[in-house]
């Protein structure tokens, strides 16, 4: 029984007089709070663009903005390991990112389409990779490198273990988009193909791949963003290597070259048209949205 | 509504919405051959997820169990269970740092999202998508740059305070930086996007002719909203409590960026251990105790909305 009923019982005997449609005052409110918030989430992102401009003397931030200089976009090549660490997250970025796609996309396929024994399994460590906190992942693949190295393989902690630890990672968030993708498939679109003989396998790439693709590409995306933002994770098992992250972390000890806000914006820039490329081939999401996903996932499959 | 506008901020809706159900009865019947290829294509990628999981979740577990020096002959596995007694009675101040820091971010992350995501959910109509996407404008800068100006939003000179001294509305001596209040208003903001997804996930469900029922049936807006809105966000409600409160504790960027060595987490001592004083047995018992407590809340997470999803569907259909 509904809560609602109850209430008719307890209010029959003073019926208020019909609902008049009006706008309410505090709906107003709402909106405006929520406009408020959008701009308090947005507020460092303007930072950052404005104290690209900061007219310093030296050359580390200062909390103190002063109007307003190009140097520092004239000179964005001038701190040398400021570029390294961002030629090394490019370096892990694309080839993480299409390693993690095509293995994600291969388990969000049959994930999303057959059930099989040891899918639970599966679902469960997806569930895992997502869940878990990074700090304890990071934590967990640094054990295993280092006990690895103890019996004698030989493994160089940095560029290698930053790209195994990222496509590890990224599969996860690629197999969750790719199954959404294809569970959400119209099954008898490939039936009819076959019924119009085609193979199975002229099914799957005339009319399959084509339908699932966005949920590749954004697959894919999701998987280069999550790589390029990793701080947590590549923090335990960069060894001497840095990627851009870390290195601003680094430096946020001595301050930060301005020169970072100037990439920080150009990486905004570019990811903000790349969402809105995205956005015609299909859809876009954020790491935590997976989460959620993933979550959420989980809760229902336990209860369907 | 077009469907490509459509597409944008709700994709996370429409995963949701599809994510779930598993394959129709007749696909469950697969031929011999069909498996076979199945489980060819799940090979690759589960070796490697085994891989990159659940082999250092299991080598992080033996790791915490060894003993021995670094520079005495190095670690050896000997069940050394002391690790986690010494661990947590030396830092439990650390995880208890930890777990208020974070549970205050958590307390205000849902009450500044709830709102927000209902109104959007609600009453943003058209603009729901537009909106949803604005909030996840964040995402498009590294997490470390965005806590790195909040440093200058807080410093004592900085945009906020320095105005405010100037005009004389603070003393010169007031504070936020390297106090617990920058780290937890650090973790909030870092942590408010994801606990706003999924809210609007489950907010976004709610079908709105049950307030519609609600309220002619003569409840009042807010019992409407008591009765039936919150009831049916719930399940939302835990997710969020989930991502937000779990990553908030083993969080260390906010601390060590924001904060002093008084508001010290969890995670920075782990993060030391591991990375300064390679103490691995230590360090990873550590972090053992940590996962455990993220399992356990998981675990509830999952039991109580087992139940607690069907028994309030029973509820509205009633």
Redesign the interface.
């Known amino acids: ?5 109850v ?2 019982e307890t ?2 005997t003073d ?2 007089p019909l ?1 008049k449609k009006r706008r ?1 005052f505090g ?1 107003y409110v ?2 405006a ?2 406009i408020g ?2 701009l ?6 303007f ?2 663009i404005l ?1 690209g401009f900061n007219n310093i003397q030296g050359e580390r ?1 200062v ?3 002063t109007c307003c200089t190009l140097n520092w976009w004239k000179n964005i090549l001038a701190v040398p390991a400021l570029n390294e660490s961002l030629k090394t997250s490019i370096e892990v970025a694309v080839p993480a990112a299409l390693i993690a796609t095509a ?2 996309t ?2 969000g ?2 994930l ?5 024994r ?1 899918r639970g399994w ?1 679902n469960f ?2 569930f ?2 997502i ?7 990071g ?6 490198f ?2 690895a190295n ?1 019996i004698g393989a030989n493994i160089t902690i940095g560029y290698t273990t930053i790209l ?2 990222h ?3 990224s ?2 968030f690629v ?3 790719v ?2 993708r294809v ?2 498939l119209d ?1 008898s679109l490939e039936n009819a193909a076959q019924d119009l003989f085609a193979t199975p396998l002229q099914a799957f790439f005339r009319v399959t791949l084509p339908l699932i693709l966005p949920g590749i590409v ?1 697959g894919f995306l999701l998987a280069f ?1 999550l790589s ?2 990793d ?2 994770i590549t ?2 098992v960069q060894g001497q290597t840095n990627t ?3 290195w ?2 680094g430096a ?1 000890r001595l301050g ?1 070259p301005p020169q ?2 100037v990439w ?1 914006t150009v ?2 820039s570019a ?2 048209l790349a ?1 809105a490329a995205n ?2 081939v ?8 997976a ?3 993933a ?10 | 509504m077009s469907s ?1 506008e459509e ?2 901020g709700t ?2 809706v ?11 009865r007749a ?2 019947v ?1 031929a011999k051959r ?2 076979r290829v ?2 060819g ?2 090979a ?3 070796i ?10 299991i ?2 577990v ?2 915490s169990l060894q003993s021995g020096g670094l520079l005495s002959g ?1 670690y050896h596995f000997t069940w050394e269970f002391s690790n986690y007694t010494d661990a947590f009675s030396q830092y439990k101040a650390f995880y208890a740092k930890s777990l208020v820091y974070s549970g205050i971010a958590t307390i205000l992350c849902i009450a ?2 709830y ?2 995501m ?3 959910a609600f ?2 109509g058209r603009w729901k998508s537009t ?1 949803f996407f ?20 807080l ?5 906020l305070l ?1 105005p405010l001294k100037n005009i004389g509305v603070l003393p010169e001596s007031f504070h936020v930086l390297a106090t617990p209040t920058a780290v937890i208003a650090g973790i909030t ?1 870092n942590f ?3 606990t706003a ?2 809210l609007y ?1 489950a907010l976004e469900r709610i079908d709105k002719r049950l307030v519609e ?3 002619d ?3 009042s ?1 807010f ?1 409407a909203f008591r ?2 809105v919150l ?1 049916l966000s719930f ?1 939302g409600i835990f ?1 969020a409590i ?2 937000t409160f ?2 908030a ?5 906010n601390s060590s ?1 924001l904060g002093s060595a008084k508001t010290t987490m969890i ?1 920075q001592i ?2 030391t251990k ?2 300064t004083e390679f103490a ?1 047995p230590e ?2 018992a550590l ?2 105790i ?2 455990i407590g ?1 399992l356990i809340l ?1 675990l509830i ?2 039991r109580l ?2 139940t607690e ?2 028994a309030l569907a029973a ?2 259909a ?1």
């Open positions: 029984m509904s809560a609602v009923t209430e008719r209010r029959a019926l208020p609902r309410p709906l709402m909106g709070f929520t918030m959008i308090y989430l947005a507020s460092p992102v930072l950052m104290y931030q909390p103190k903005f293995l994600g291969l388990i396929l049959v999303g389409r057959y059930a099989f040891g599966i460590v997806i895992l990779a869940a878990v906190p990074e700090i304890v992942l934590s967990a693949l640094l054990s295993m280092v006990k103890d195994f630890s496509i590890g990672f599969i996860a197999a969750v988009t199954r959404a569970s959400g099954r954004a963003v390029l933002d701080f947590v923090n335990f851009f992250p870390t601003v972390y946020t930060v970072v806000n920080g990486l905004f990811g903000i969402a956005l015609i299909g859809s876009r999401s954020s790491r935590r949205a989460r959620g996903v979550v959420a996932t989980v809760a229902r499959e336990r209860t369907s | 490509a597409r944008t994709a996370v429409e995963t949701v919405e599809t994510l779930g159900e598993p394959p129709k696909d469950q697969l069909q498996r199945a489980y294509l799940l690759p990628g589960s490697y997820l085994a891989l990159a999981f659940v082999v250092p979740l080598i992080v033996i790791t190095g500044l999202a709102p927000m209902y109104w959007i009453y943003a909106l604005l909030i996840l404008i964040p995402f498009f800068v590294s997490f470390v740059i965005r806590t790195v100006q909040w440093k200058f939003i410093a004592d000179d900085g945009l320095g903001y408010l996007p994801f997804l999924p996930v029922a609600a309220k049936l003569y409840a807006k019992q009765r039936v009831p399940p997710a989930i991502l779990v990553p504790t083993g969080d260390y960027v960026v995670g782990i993060q591991f990375l691995y360090a990873a972090s053992v940590l996962m993220m998981a997470y999952a909305l087992g999803d069907a509820g509205t009633g």
